[in-house]
C-alpha cells in the first residue's frame, strides 16, 4: 500500500501517520523528519539545510525530491510506504509521478484530515502554551494555515481528479480518527 497524508498543522498528521503505517505494516516516511535527522548528524545534506533555514527559506525541489526518491529504494519500503509533508508542490507531485513510473508503482490514496480552523488555531495555542513558544499566537498561526491551504488546495484538486483523495474529519481522540481513516480507506481500496 503506498498512501500521502496531508492535513493543515494541528491537526494531528504526525500522529496519524505513524499509527496508519503501523496498522497497514509499512513504514511511515516524513520529510520532515528526514532532515532533521541529517541536520542532527550534520550530515553534508543536514549542512545544506541548515544554511538554507537558516536564511528563512524552504528546501528547494531538487533536494527534497532526491531525497524521497533515494527513500522509497530502501528495503522497508519495497511493499509500501505512508509519506508525510510530502508532497507539497505541484512539481513535487510530478517527481513523485515520475519516481512511481520508473518502477511501475503507484499511489494507492491520499488521506486528507480536515477540521475547522478555529479548532486547530485552539489547538495550537494550548500546545504554544504547554511548550513555551511565544512566538506561536493566534495571528501567526492563522497565517500559517492560510499558506498552508493556498499551497495544498491545487495538489488535493490533483488527487481529487486523479480519483484518490480521500477526507477525513481530523477532530476527535487520536483512536476515534485513526478508526474514521482505516474504514474510510478500507472502504476506498476494498
Do not use: C
Not at 46 to 54: F, K, L, P, Y
Not at 65 to 80: E, F, K, P, Q
Not at 170 to 176: D, F, P, R, T
Request: hydrophobic share 40%.
Amino acid at each position: 500500500m503506498r498512501l500521502l497524508i496531508m492535513g493543515p498543522p494541528g491537526v494531528g498528521k504526525g500522529t496519524q501517520a505513524v499509527g496508519i503505517a503501523a496498522h497497514y505494516g509499512i513504514p511511515a516516511i516524513s520529510t520532515g523528519d528526514i532532515f532533521r535527522a541529517n541536520v542532527k548528524d550534520r550530515t553534508p545534506l543536514g549542512v545544506e539545510v541548515s544554511r538554507i533555514m537558516a536564511a528563512g527559506g524552504y528546501v528547494p525541489d531538487e533536494i527534497t525530491n532526491a531525497i524521497v526518491a533515494d527513500r522509497l529504494t530502501h528495503d522497508d519500503a519495497a511493499d509500501g510506504w505512508l509519506l508525510d509533508g510530502y508532497p507539497r508542490t505541484e512539481g513535487q507531485v510530478l517527481a513523485l509521478d515520475k519516481v512511481l513510473e520508473r518502477t511501475g508503482r503507484h499511489i494507492d490514496a491520499v488521506i486528507s484530515l480536515v477540521a475547522d480552523t478555529d479548532v486547530l488555531v485552539e489547538r495550537l495555542l494550548k500546545r504554544a502554551e504547554l511548550e513555551g513558544r511565544e512566538d506561536d499566537n493566534a495571528e501567526t498561526i492563522r497565517a500559517r494555515m492560510v499558506i498552508y491551504t493556498e499551497a495544498t488546495d491545487p495538489l488535493l484538486a490533483t488527487y481529487r481528479d486523479r480519483d484518490l483523495l480521500v477526507e477525513v474529519d481530523g477532530i476527535g481522540s487520536i483512536e476515534e480518527v485513526s478508526g474514521r481513516i482505516t474504514s474510510a480507506l478500507d472502504a476506498k481500496l476494498g
